[in-house]
C-alpha cells in the first residue's frame, strides 16, 4: 500500500492522491506533516530509496537526508513549508543502503490542509552523464597529451646520457663545445617542456581549506619581487581579506602562471601590473590587469586551449592548466585584451560553496 497513515490524511488531500493521474507520477511523491514526519508516500520511493511505502510509516523526512544536510537545510526546508513558501533545486540525498544520490527537490506547502508535499526525481544518472559528455573530449586530449610525454621522456633521457658520454671522450673544439651547449640547452627546454606536460595531465584534485586570498596572494609576490624591479614593473595589490574555501597550491599556481604571463608582456620600464578584488554574496572576482602588449583578437579565443601558444618557445599549457584548476573549484576564468594596450585576467571564484540555504538557519530571518 502506497497509503502509508490515511487517518492522519484530511478529505482534500485523500482525493488528490486517489486521482488516477496521481498515481502514475513516475517520481517519488511524499506528503509530510508541518513538523516534517511522513505520512504518505508512493511506490516508486521503492525503487528510488529502497524503502517499500509502510517502512516510513511515522518517520521524519530526514531519513532521507544526509548528516551534513541537518544542521541547515533540512530545519530551513521545514521553515520554508511552515511559512507557505516554495522551493527547489538539486541537492544530495541517501537511499537505504547508505548510497548518496544527486536529487531534484520540489516542495509545495499545503498549508490549508496542514500538510507538505515532496516530489523526488533521481538525476543521478543524467548528471554524471552529463558531466561525462562535458568533460569527454578534453580527458581524451589529456590521456593523449600524456602518452606523448611519457614517449618522450625516455629517449630524452638517452640522448642526454649519449651527450655527456661523447663530450667526456672527445677533445671539442670551440665550435663542436659552442654545437654542444646548444643541444643541452634545447634538450634542457624539452624535458621542462615534458614536465608541465605532466603536471597538466596529472594535476591533483582539490584538498578545500579556508585561506585568506590576500594572504596567498602576498607569499606568491615574495617570488617575484626580484624580477618585476629588475623590468622596473610596479605591482599594485590591494586584494581584500576574504576566506574562500580553496586549494593553497593549486591557487598559488594560477596566481603564479598569471602574476609570469604579465612580466613576460611588460618591456622594461614603466610597467604596471593591478591585481584588484570585488565581490558579492556569492562571488569574489580577483582581476589581473596589466599594461603590456597585449594579445591579438585572432588569438584571444584559444589562449586557454592546450598546447596553444603565441611565444617562440611556449607550449601552450600554463594558462590551460590555469583553466582546469579554476573549473575544479566550481569557478571561471576570462580574459580581455588589446595589442599595445594591456591584457586583464578576471578569476571569479565561489565565496561559499554551498547555497544560503544549507548554511544558515532562516529562521528568525525575514523572508520574501
Not at 624535458?191 to 608541465?196: L, Q
Request: hydrophobic fraction near 40%; include cysteine.
Amino acid at each position: 500500500m502506497a497509503l502509508i497513515n490515511s487517518k492522519e490524511l484530511n478529505d482534500g488531500i485523500l482525493d488528490m492522491i486517489e486521482n488516477p493521474l496521481f498515481k502514475i507520477i513516475p517520481h517519488v511523491i511524499i506528503i509530510t506533516d508541518l513538523s516534517g514526519k511522513i505520512v504518505y508516500a508512493n511506490e516508486p520511493i521503492k525503487n528510488i530509496f529502497g524503502f517499500l511505502p509502510d517502512q516510513l510509516k511515522g518517520k521524519p523526512l530526514s531519513t532521507l537526508f544526509t548528516p551534513e544536510d541537518m544542521d541547515f537545510l533540512y530545519p530551513n526546508l521545514l521553515f520554508l513549508a511552515r511559512n507557505n513558501k516554495k522551493f527547489e533545486g538539486e541537492l544530495m540525498l541517501i537511499k537505504r543502503n547508505g548510497v548518496r544520490f544527486f536529487a531534484y527537490l520540489n516542495m509545495l506547502p499545503l498549508i490549508e490542509n496542514n500538510f507538505t508535499l515532496y516530489c523526488i526525481q533521481d538525476i543521478d544518472s543524467t548528471k554524471r552523464l552529463k558531466q561525462i559528455i562535458q568533460t569527454g573530449n578534453y580527458d581524451d586530449l589529456i590521456k593523449m597529451a600524456n602518452g606523448i610525454a611519457h614517449e618522450i621522456r625516455n629517449p630524452l633521457l638517452s640522448i642526454g646520457g649519449f651527450i655527456n658520454k661523447i663530450k667526456k671522450v672527445c677533445e671539442l673544439g670551440e665550435e663542436n663545445l659552442k654545437n654542444y651547449q646548444n643541444v643541452i640547452t634545447n634538450l634542457k627546454r624539452i624535458e621542462t617542456m615534458v614536465k608541465k606536460v605532466q603536471a597538466f595531465v596529472s594535476l591533483p584534485k582539490p584538498e578545500f581549506k579556508e585561506w585568506n586570498i590576500k594572504e596567498l596572494m602576498e607569499e606568491v609576490l615574495e617570488s617575484f619581487q626580484y624580477e618585476a624591479k629588475a623590468k622596473e614593473v610596479k605591482i599594485d595589490q590591494r586584494l581584500s581579506d576574504t576566506y574562500l574555501y580553496m586549494d593553497r597550491q593549486l591557487i598559488q599556481k594560477v596566481f603564479s602562471v598569471l602574476l609570469e604571463n604579465s612580466l613576460d608582456a611588460i618591456e622594461s620600464g614603466n610597467g604596471h601590473i593591478e591585481i584588484y578584488d570585488q565581490k558579492d554574496d556569492s562571488f569574489l572576482k580577483i582581476y589581473f590587469k596589466d599594461n603590456g602588449v597585449g594579445i591579438s583578437p585572432t588569438d584571444l579565443p584559444y589562449i586557454f586551449t592546450p598546447f596553444f601558444s603565441t611565444k617562440v618557445h611556449g607550449i601552450g599549457i600554463d594558462l590551460a592548466t590555469v583553466r582546469r584548476i579554476i573549473q575544479a573549484h566550481n569557478g571561471f576564468i576570462s580574459v580581455e585584451s588589446q595589442p599595445t594596450r594591456g591584457t586583464t585576467f578576471v578569476i571569479t571564484l565561489p565565496i561559499e560553496r554551498r547555497r544560503k540555504i544549507r548554511r544558515e538557519l532562516l529562521e528568525n530571518q525575514q523572508i520574501e
